[in-house]
């Protein structure tokens, strides 16, 4: 799924967010090589077949969104058998590629020995990496996602190697320790050390909400592969500038229509499940609130969660919000 010697634009995963819908959108543009589902968690039991194929409907159709982007399949736990039995599962049902999160910051899923937890514990990190290895078919790559740190920024080269030793083919690093969860400031130089220092490919991760961060993300850490997440949203445009620094694509970016793509939301929504009005104007507001935190759509917490998708459009039409 990741070729190391070719550059990559990765679509991140955001639970909650990044939803089947929401990949669906996000492949359309061409720009991503692929996506990662969000995290499924083995917690007491190993994930059965209806989980993975609720959560990620893409296995039912060759692991592709319906817009043509490969989705890669992420678990998160902390018990290497479970975590290997559960990877098998997706294995059989499809999946192409299995991620493994060692990077949640969630206090919920820290304190049930999940996400960013095992980062306390770099020999964990191995164990359970290893244990997935073991599992899956050879030809099925494993990665890991992981942090800088529980709260020190050096930790990232312990952990790193413990993944690797493992028999992750590769890492994706996102440049924060769980203690800032998503606070500033970004840490993107760490990323480069074990770039420079260990012999697999790095993806790297966090706070690129602009065509410049970009730039220095790519000085900082001399990485060829990056993914994108909440960056995306905010600016529908970046994916499409970005892809063409890499080479990914190169044409025109188109101007960002926010009506039509919030429309198509919608019709990916209902694509793959039906919903209550309610839900799905709940769905696009979450969309709406990560671009009004970058500068668009100031206004849109006066649209009433009542009000039905086509007037929740009329209504962000009506205030004539300057679309990007």
Not at 186 to 191: A, R, T, Y
Request: aromatic share 6%.
């Amino acid at each position: 799924m990741l070729n190391p010697n070719v550059p990559a634009l990765v679509l991140a995963p955001m639970d909650g967010i990044t939803d089947a819908p929401m990949r669906a959108l996000q492949g359309a543009t061409g720009a991503f090589t692929y996506g990662v589902s969000e995290f499924l968690r083995v917690s007491i039991e190993v994930l059965p077949a209806k989980v993975f194929r609720r959560d990620i409907p893409e296995l039912c159709h060759g692991g592709l969104t319906p817009t043509g982007m490969p989705v890669q399949v992420q678990i998160l736990g902390g018990d290497p058998e479970r975590m290997a039995k559960s990877a098998l599962v997706a294995c059989r049902l499809g999946a192409k590629a299995i991620d493994i999160n060692f990077g949640c910051p969630a206090p919920t899923v820290n304190r049930h020995d999940g996400g960013a937890s095992l980062l306390l514990h770099p020999c964990r990190i191995r164990e359970i990496v290893a244990a997935v290895r073991a599992a899956v078919p050879p030809e099925i790559p494993v990665s890991a996602k992981l942090r800088l740190g529980w709260d020190c920024i050096d930790a990232i080269l312990e952990n790193a190697v413990m993944a690797v030793e493992g028999g992750a083919n590769w890492l994706t690093i996102h440049a924060r320790t769980r203690v800032q969860g998503y606070a500033p400031p970004v840490f993107w130089k760490p990323i480069g050390r074990v770039r420079t220092e260990l012999d697999v490919p790095v993806i790297a991760n966090g706070d690129i909400w602009t065509l410049d961060d970009f730039r220095q993300c790519q000085d900082e850490t001399g990485c060829k592969h990056f993914m994108l997440g909440r960056g995306a949203l905010a600016d529908p445009s970046l994916p499409y500038r970005i892809a063409n620094e890499l080479g990914i694509r190169s044409g025109d970016v188109p101007e960002t229509d926010w009506d039509a793509l919030l429309r198509r939301l919608v019709s990916h929504v209902e694509f793959y499940e039906a919903r209550t009005p309610a839900w799905t104007v709940r769905r696009l507001k979450q969309w709406l609130k990560i671009a009004a935190n970058h500068g668009e759509f100031e206004h849109f917490n006066e649209v009433k969660l009542s009000e039905s998708v086509e007037e929740l459009l009329d209504s962000l039409n009506a205030r004539a919000v300057q679309f990007l």
